[in-house]
């Protein structure tokens, strides 16, 4: 089954040939419009989805990942997904024969792009699915699956809730991540007490509603720093009253401070366009 398409009237795309094509490696792309939706589909070959503008949230039964630019989600053969675009996208699939899956992880997971993936990625869906394949057109197929092995997991998972308000919700703190509303106002903003938001979002995401908004800040964060901005950017525009309290909860959601993860990360990657977070539909 392919994945839909606004340029097919929301159907899905033909990817017959590439399923079956004899090149280890093929790939498409697509833009997508803010809110659009792709319906739940698999397929057989392994899947890697990179946006290289946008943001693009990924849902499936092993996870659901919000993947801004520099980053994509790794989806092993015959993995149900669906994808949403939370703002416009131009979202690039790649479909990785399965005897070649064997190195990549084990587990469905959002990995870093480096420039050399970028580049890679973007030659890759620009040849033919069918035809005579070339040296070179297997090469760069094979060169990525090696790439992507090497790519160490991100922790860029957040539940994202089904019940229609409650998504609302989360899509309006995702709008304005630097919001102080406490649970209290944001409850009574819905109509609802705040113990009864709390249980719905727990029993929703898993999360009690702090924790979710302290990921998505976090998540928000790390979009900033690969922008190339400070530290203190980062932490306030995410909502953080400090500096110190943006690196104890940082360091505590993903094993080391933002300063080790600006030195090590931040030079190893090309900034995407910026990521502009708004409220899906």
Same mark, same amino acid.
């Given at each position: 089954?392919g994945?839909?398409s606004?340029?097919?009237g929301?159907n899905?795309?033909?990817?017959?040939?590439?399923?079956?094509?004899?090149?280890?490696?093929?790939?498409?792309?697509?833009?997508?419009?803010?809110?659009?939706v792709?319906?739940?589909h698999a397929h057989a070959r392994?899947h890697?989805?990179?946006?290289?503008?946008?943001v693009?949230?990924?849902q499936?039964?092993?996870?659901?990942?919000?993947?801004p630019?520099?980053?994509?989600?790794?989806?092993?053969?015959?993995?149900?997904h669906q994808?949403?675009?939370?703002?416009?996208?131009?979202?690039?699939?790649?479909?990785?024969?399965e005897?070649?899956?064997?190195p990549?992880?084990?587990a469905d997971?959002?990995v870093?792009?480096? !420039?050399?993936?970028? %580049?890679?990625? &973007?030659? @890759?869906? =620009?040849? $033919?699915? *069918?035809?005579? #394949?070339?040296a070179?057109?297997?090469?760069l197929?094979?060169?990525?699956?090696?790439?992507v092995?090497?790519?160490?997991?991100l922790?860029?998972?957040?539940?994202?809730?089904?019940? !229609?308000l409650l998504r %609302?919700?989360? &899509?309006? @703190?995702? =709008?304005? $991540?630097? *919001?102080?509303? #406490?649970?209290?106002q944001?409850?009574?903003?819905?109509?609802?007490?705040?113990k009864?938001?709390?249980?719905?979002?727990v029993?929703?995401?898993g999360?009690?509603?702090?924790?979710?908004?302290?990921?998505?800040?976090?998540?928000?964060s790390?979009?900033?720093l690969?922008?190339?901005?400070?530290m203190?950017?980062?932490?306030?525009e995410?909502?953080?009253?400090?500096?110190?309290?943006?690196?104890?909860?940082?360091?505590?959601?993903f094993?080391?401070?933002?300063?080790?993860?600006?030195?090590?990360?931040?030079?190893?990657?090309?900034?995407?366009?910026p990521?502009?977070?708004r409220?899906?539909?």
């Open positions: 089954m994945f839909a606004p340029a097919h929301g899905a795309l033909p990817l017959e040939q590439a399923q079956c094509s004899a090149l280890p490696v093929t790939g498409v792309l697509e833009h997508y419009p803010q809110g659009f792709v319906p739940r392994g890697l989805i990179y946006t290289s503008t946008g693009l949230l990924v499936a039964d092993s996870g659901q990942w919000l993947v630019p520099t980053t994509a989600v790794w989806l092993r053969p015959g993995v149900p994808l949403q675009a939370v703002t416009a996208v131009s979202a690039h699939g790649l479909l990785i024969d005897a070649l899956c064997q990549l992880p084990a997971c959002v870093h792009v480096s !420039p050399l993936v970028r %580049e890679l990625i &973007a030659e @890759l869906v =620009q040849l $033919p699915h *069918q035809g005579q #394949s070339q070179r057109e297997r090469l197929g094979l060169l990525l699956v090696e790439e092995a090497s790519a160490a997991p922790p860029l998972y957040l539940p994202w809730p089904e019940e !229609p %609302e919700i989360c &899509a309006a @703190l995702m =709008q304005e $991540p630097a *919001q102080s509303w #406490s649970a209290e944001l409850a009574g903003h819905y109509a609802l007490t705040a009864t938001l709390q249980r719905r979002f029993k929703s995401t999360l009690t509603l702090g924790k979710w908004r302290q990921s998505m800040r976090l998540m928000r790390i979009q900033s690969l922008q190339g901005r400070s203190t950017h980062a932490a306030f995410s909502g953080y009253d400090s500096l110190s309290a943006y690196s104890v909860a940082f360091k505590k959601q094993g080391y401070p933002p300063s080790q993860f600006d030195k090590s990360l931040k030079n190893k990657l090309d900034v995407a366009d990521m502009s977070l409220q899906p539909l």
